[in-house]
């Protein structure tokens, strides 16, 4: 069984384009996040909700806006793509925020914007 | 704001020889810290965490890490590593207080090349 899920696993679009990038997760878990590696690998956080609510809000621009509609989805959309949001957006979710909880992580989502 | 630096980019080894990968961080207060590593095509999987105790914790596949506070330090490592351990390892550290609750920061990834 899959614990986290995104879809889709590679998304190519154009410049100027809006996407949304879904996850889901069957732990039960309360808490979801978003990352982003970029071309160097490095990993940084963008969200995170608790419960279907915003508690971690980084520096992300506004063209990107998270959607719980419940607590074991957590959805990603993003307007008015740019050549620099290409990347691998990872979806993660962990029991809750704080603590020794892990986190567990799905497969990825590889963006590319042309 | 918390931070961790991973020293290496990229370590090469070959089969049976020792591992050591370097981890710093910085915060003010108490940490959890993690090593978390994502082999070729796969997601990122747990390895070990550490939030309390025994400074020297064990994961999976072998793999040790010893928090050494002094030195803000939690360093990775592993006896005898095998091909099968390339991949790209990750240090990250999670606050426990004001606007570090719950945020899991990560460093820039070392990747790991064993060869047979």
């Known amino acids: 069984d899959t614990a986290v899920s995104q879809t889709p696993k590679y998304l190519v679009t154009q410049m100027g384009n809006d996407k949304s990038i879904k996850c889901e997760q069957n732990?039960?878990?309360?808490?979801m996040y978003w990352y982003k590696q970029d071309s160097k690998k490095f990993l940084k956080i963008m969200f995170s909700?608790?419960?279907?609510?915003?508690?971690i809000n980084e520096t992300v621009p506004n063209r990107f806006s998270p959607k719980s509609p419940d607590k074991a989805h957590l959805n990603l959309h993003i307007n008015s793509l740019e050549l620099g949001d290409s990347a691998v957006y990872f979806c993660?979710?962990?029991?809750?925020?704080?603590?020794?909880?892990?986190?567990?992580f799905g497969p990825g989502t590889r963006l590319t914007v042309t | 704001a918390q931070s961790v630096s991973q020293h290496n980019h990229h370590v090469i080894l070959s089969e049976a020889a020792s591992l050591e990968l370097g981890c710093n961080y910085s915060?003010?207060?108490?940490?959890?810290l993690f090593w978390y590593v994502q082999y070729p095509g796969q997601h990122l999987q747990l390895l070990l965490k550490?939030?309390?105790?025994?400074?020297l914790v064990k994961g999976i596949k072998g793999f040790e890490a010893e928090f050494i506070k002094s030195k803000f330090s939690f360093n990775l490592r592993k006896p005898s590593v095998q091909w099968s351990d390339t991949a790209e390892y990750f240090c990250?550290?999670?606050?426990?207080?004001?606007?570090?609750?719950?945020?899991?920061?990560f460093g820039q990834g070392t990747i790991l090349t064993v060869h047979p």
């Open positions: 990250a550290v999670k606050g426990t207080g004001g606007t570090s609750y719950g945020k899991l920061t």
């Open positions: 993660a979710s962990s029991q809750f925020a704080g603590g020794t909880y892990e986190q567990y």
């Open positions: 732990l039960g878990h309360d808490t």
């Open positions: 915060y003010g207060g108490t940490v959890n």
């Open positions: 909700y608790n419960n279907k609510e915003l508690i």
């Open positions: 550490y939030f309390s105790g025994d400074p």
